[in-house]
């Protein structure tokens, strides 16, 4: 691609870092990351994706980005979510290799030598896998580790358990991924869906380092439709098989009833059977009917073509800017 012929023999590594409030953890991080970012032996850029925050981030971010000219600011003009933070940091990253990282510092920068040694050895996706949740309550330990298995069984798609959105991706894993346009977007599955070498890492995650995050059970739910929906349609299967078996069960009980009537003269069963057979297939219709709706709700998100994004500012590095997007 011309994003690496720009470069000199060195190479370019861009470190995407979408970040949304992180007043309180920016300095620290970027301090931890330069570090990093000194010892290698590589040329480097470090792309911000400013999410519409609301607090001091914005005007932090132009500090650094005038006193270091490896930083770039991308600026949207609301908050539109990590996982599209992270296509746009994506978009503009101009790097031979592009790790994305968390700005909070739950995932150390210090990783960032063992990410890019896999990737010289010719890996396109090196992504981290975390071997602890310091920090993290039991319960949400728990739903993740039952959102990973529960994916993996429905999707076709291999998404590695206790793995996050840190990684590092080649320019041609990078370059596969900005064609994926959809709105709805599930990182961690696109990330496996374009396939490529991939190895994997392990580290220790940290506690935030301040400010505090973004997720709480109901976006953590809403999270996991997302992944769900996005990459299997085997819920959409849910209707038929319910039905099929709901059909068995109705046949088998309406020969016991003729038997019944007829061996024994008894009258048909009454009301508290007519009432729960009603209020069970009504039940399953309602759930079906809304699994459908969670399809056809996202299929008229996509029909809309919107951009992904509206970017409000973009200050590039030293590196320049890159023109062309999807
Ligand atoms: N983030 C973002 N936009 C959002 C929410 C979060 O860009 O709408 C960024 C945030 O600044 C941080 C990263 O995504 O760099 C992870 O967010 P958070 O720590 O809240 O998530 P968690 O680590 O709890 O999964
Ligand atoms: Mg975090």
Redesign the pocket.
């Known amino acids: 691609m011309e994003a690496s012929e720009v470069q000199g023999e060195k190479g370019l590594l861009s470190v995407v870092v ?3 409030n ?1 007043q309180d953890a920016l300095p620290e991080f970027q301090r931890r990351l330069d570090e990093v970012l000194n010892e290698l032996d590589l040329d480097a850029e470090v792309v911000y994706v400013n ?1 519409g925050s609301s607090d001091a981030t914005g005007v932090l971010l132009q500090a650094m980005q005038q006193q270091d000219g490896r930083i770039a600011v991308l600026s949207f003009s609301r ?1 539109f ?2 996982e599209i ?1 992270m296509s746009a940091g994506l978009d503009y990253a101009r790097g031979d290799a592009v790790v994305i990282i ?3 510092l ?1 995932d150390p920068p210090e990783l960032i030598p063992e990410l890019v040694g896999h990737w010289r050895q010719g890996y396109d996706d090196v992504y981290a896998r975390r071997i602890s949740r310091d920090g993290e309550s039991l319960v949400k330990r728990w739903t993740a580790h039952a959102f990973y298995r529960v994916i993996r069984r429905l999707s076709q798609i291999d998404i590695p358990p206790d793995t996050g959105d840190y990684r590092l991706l080649s320019r041609r894993a990078v370059e596969a991924l900005r064609q994926l346009r959809e709105q709805h977007r599930f990182m961690k599955g696109l990330f496996n869906w374009v396939g490529f070498e991939r190895k994997e890492v392990l580290y220790r995650r940290d506690k ?1 380092a301040a400010g505090k ?3 709480n059970y109901w976006r953590l739910w809403n999270f996991a439709l997302e992944g769900i929906t996005a990459h299997s349609t085997a819920p959409l299967r849910l209707a038929s098989y319910l039905g099929m078996l709901v059909a068995l069960f109705a046949f088998a009980y309406a020969v016991y009833v003729a038997y019944d009537k007829l061996a024994h003269g008894n009258p048909v069963a009454g009301y508290p059977s007519l009432m729960v057979a009603l209020l069970f297939l009504g039940g399953v219709q309602l759930i079906t009917l809304g699994i459908i709706g969670e399809y056809l709700g996202r299929m008229f998100d996509e029909s809309k073509h919107r951009p992904l994004y509206v970017v409000k500012d973009y200050r590039p590095s030293v590196w320049g800017s890159r023109a062309s997007l999807p």
């Open positions: 979408p970040a949304y992180e999410d908050n979510g990590k933070a968390d700005a909070d739950q935030r995050t973004k997720w």
